[in-house]
């Protein structure tokens, strides 16, 4: 059976049209790999004959944002410095700084969560699924479909791009290596937000209710 998910994940691996991943999947009997293949021979794969490439040029990007308030340095590499230079690349860069300083995500990819924070996940949906009254022998597909969720809300490249929330990340990128030709990943980010993990002091807030008095 070719599920949603399958389709998803191909689009995601090749840049290939929805329709054309679907038959491709047809075609190999759902195997995965095999399916890349197809595409790549019939030429709608742009993508995946780029993504084995070493991208070790690229950009460092400074995005400031609200006043001051939030800020983030992101790392995205490409293969050449002329792409690097280019309109396009920039473009894409910033609207990924962009993100995340809109969307805070943790982490880039799924497979950078550590196991102990996914163990952790596990518990507390399970906790809500028991607690929902849900049957113990679904609970377990419950907390994998649960945690998809956790993965859009948390990994940069599967979050829904916040000026298109019918694409996420993973697939603006591959429309760009599609169009520029290059392969381009995202290596890594900081995200700063003003204040962030400061406990402000209670007599600090009464000595600024103080002040407010004297005035």
């Known amino acids: 059976m070719i599920t949603a998910e399958m389709v998803k994940e191909l689009r995601e691996r090749t840049g290939a049209g929805m329709m054309d991943c679907k038959k491709a999947l047809s075609e190999t009997n759902g195997d995965m790999e095999k399916a890349v293949d197809f595409l790549r021979e019939k030429g709608l794969?742009?993508?995946?004959?780029?993504?084995?490439?070493?991208a070790s040029e690229g950009l460092v990007e400074a995005y400031i944002h609200g006043a001051g308030r939030i800020g983030v340095l992101l790392?995205?590499?490409?293969?050449?410095?002329?792409v690097?230079?280019?309109d396009g690349f920039k473009a894409l860069v910033r609207d990924i700084a962009m993100q995340i300083a809109a969307a805070n995500p943790t982490y880039v990819t799924r497979q950078e969560v550590p196991e102990e924070i996914l163990n952790h996940e596990r518990e507390i949906l399970r906790a809500q699924a028991l607690n929902e009254g849900k049957p113990a022998h679904i609970v377990e597909k419950m907390i994998e479909g649960r945690l998809e969720k956790f993965y859009k809300e948390a990994c940069l490249l599967e979050q829904p791009f916040i000026k298109d929330s019918d694409k996420t990340i993973t697939q603006l990128i591959t429309a760009s290596v599609a169009k520029i030709g290059e392969n381009i990943s995202v290596r890594r980010f900081t995200r700063y937000h003003l204040g962030e993990g400061i406990e402000k002091k209670a007599n600090d807030f009464a000595a600024e209710v103080m002040a407010a008095v004297k005035k």
């Open 45 to 54: 794969a742009a993508a995946a004959k780029k993504a084995s490439r070493v």
């Open 84 to 86: 690097a230079k280019t």
């Open 75 to 82: 790392e995205v590499n490409c293969e050449t410095d002329f």
